[in-house]
């Protein structure tokens, strides 16, 4: 079964600072990926997506991900972090073809300190 | 863009009461609609497949008595919480592809569910 591993629970990182998030799939083919953010209480907001193409994928907010199929992984990056950028940071996955469901990672929680 | 709305966003309700979770898709159509489950601090959890026009299929342990699925329209699925304990406690998103798919899924701002 397809899986998606965030091997980090909680960062913390100074505003200003750099920040990268780990997404780890497992699954036999290439599934569409997706970065979500969601703040306390609230729903969930889509940063970026692959689907294919170019690798390097920009989203909202000044966040990027880059997908390396010789890692399987799917890393959020963005170069200086914002004190609103504290939330909660889902990675997720579907599979390539029809009506099928994401599969979430367990989350990262980013703090961000002055 | 596409949007999904969700309506309660909270509800409170006492023990052994039955509440009715509404998810609409605005603008497309939805044959297909996923119901999530998010525990305090966790992962938001597949629950079941709402299909317009034929049965909900249930994730393995979610209690397909319990959590009564309707999609009677393109545009509407219902989750209806059965006789609601303190353990359903959860907050609840429901969410939709696009037709055609396009492998994005659209979703609601979700419902928080307090059962006392």
């Known amino acids: 079964a397809q899986s998606v591993t965030q091997p980090d629970i909680h960062i913390t990182v100074s505003e200003g600072a750099s920040l990268e998030l780990r997404c780890n799939y497992s699954y036999g083919a290439t599934p569409y990926l997706f970065w979500y953010v969601q703040s306390p209480g609230q729903g969930l907001q889509l940063l970026l997506k692959?689907?294919?193409?170019?690798?390097l994928v920009q989203g909202i907010k000044g966040f990027e991900a880059e997908f390396k199929r010789s890692q399987s992984s799917f890393n959020l990056r963005k170069p200086s972090v914002h004190w609103s950028d504290a939330a909660e940071y889902f990675c997720a996955v579907a599979l390539l073809s029809g009506n099928t469901p994401l599969v979430f990672g367990k989350g990262t929680r980013l703090s961000v300190i002055a | 863009g596409a949007v999904v709305s969700q309506h309660p966003s909270r509800v409170i309700c006492k023990s052994g009461t039955s509440v009715k979770i509404e998810c609409r898709s605005l603008?497309?159509?939805?044959?297909?609609m996923f119901w999530y489950r998010q525990f305090p601090k966790q992962s938001l959890m597949l629950m079941a497949t709402s299909n317009e026009g034929s049965k909900a299929t249930y994730e393995q342990g979610v209690e397909k008595d319990k959590f009564l699925i309707n999609h009677a329209s393109l545009t509407l699925s219902t989750l209806t919480v059965t006789s609601a304990h303190p353990e359903d406690s959860s907050f609840y998103i429901c969410?939709?592809?696009?037709?055609?798919?396009?492998?994005?899924?659209?979703f609601g701002e979700g419902s928080r569910l307090t059962v006392l």
């Open positions: 603008d497309f159509q939805a044959t297909t």
């Open positions: 692959y689907f294919s193409g170019d690798t």
């Open positions: 969410s939709a592809p696009r037709f055609p798919n396009t492998g994005e899924l659209f």
